[in-house]
């Protein structure tokens, strides 16, 4: 029976689309694909996600991979990627009905230390029965070891939990742990549906 409902953010409760940043700080379409590239697909922003290193030092680390035109863009994206990340429809009101239905809610996102600015903005962490982030515990999903801390952390039972992402790759690690996973495409209701949750 499920007892508990574990979130990931971006694209499940929050619409992260790095493209929001890129047509803001950038006009031509090479420079927006090279920045994809170098920042949100790049390296760094995996090592942010696991909290060695910050926003200067990843600034640093890629403006030697970009021509020097577009330093001041990569430093305004690094500062002020968070316009990308925008509340998802029937997130809250998802989050809510579960809550008022007595499910536990939590969180677990790969995610740099600047979700803490960013993330109550959505919702207050009390919200919450638990969360963590990649960038606390040096851990990123799908490594099974994340899920596991959280489990022990909030001395949940696997087999009660229920994991929803977008990434076919981290439901697998969640189910990989003995939780049950479903791969969110913007589809509340059918998850709702196909788990039998009671709100």
Not at 19 to 48: I, N, R, T
Request: aromatic share 14%; with cysteine; proline share 5%.
């Amino acid at each position: 029976m499920i007892r508990s409902l574990i979130f990931d953010m971006g694209n499940v409760l929050l619409d992260y689309n790095p493209k929001v940043c890129l047509d803001l700080y950038l006009k031509h379409e090479d420079d927006k694909k090279l920045l994809m590239q170098e920042l949100f697909q790049g390296p760094e922003w995996v090592e942010a996600d696991r909290g060695f290193i910050n926003s200067a030092e990843m600034f640093e680390s890629i403006r030697r991979r970009v021509p020097e035109r577009l330093h001041s863009a990569l430093k305004q994206c690094i500062e002020g990627w968070q316009v990308c990340m925008k509340p998802l429809p029937g997130a809250e009101l998802f989050l809510r009905a579960a809550k008022n239905a007595g499910y536990g809610i939590y969180l677990l996102s790969n995610a740099s230390s600047s979700v803490y600015e960013y993330f109550p903005k959505f919702l207050p962490f009390e919200f919450f029965d638990g969360y963590v982030f990649s960038s606390d515990v040096h851990l990123l999903k799908p490594d099974p070891a994340i899920y596991r801390y959280l489990f022990e952390r909030y001395q949940l039972k696997p087999e009660e939990c229920l994991f929803i992402d977008d990434r076919a790759d981290n439901v697998s690690g969640a189910v990989n742990t003995g939780t049950e996973g479903a791969i969110f495409n913007r589809n509340f209701d059918e998850i709702k549906e196909k788990f039998s949750l009671g709100f």
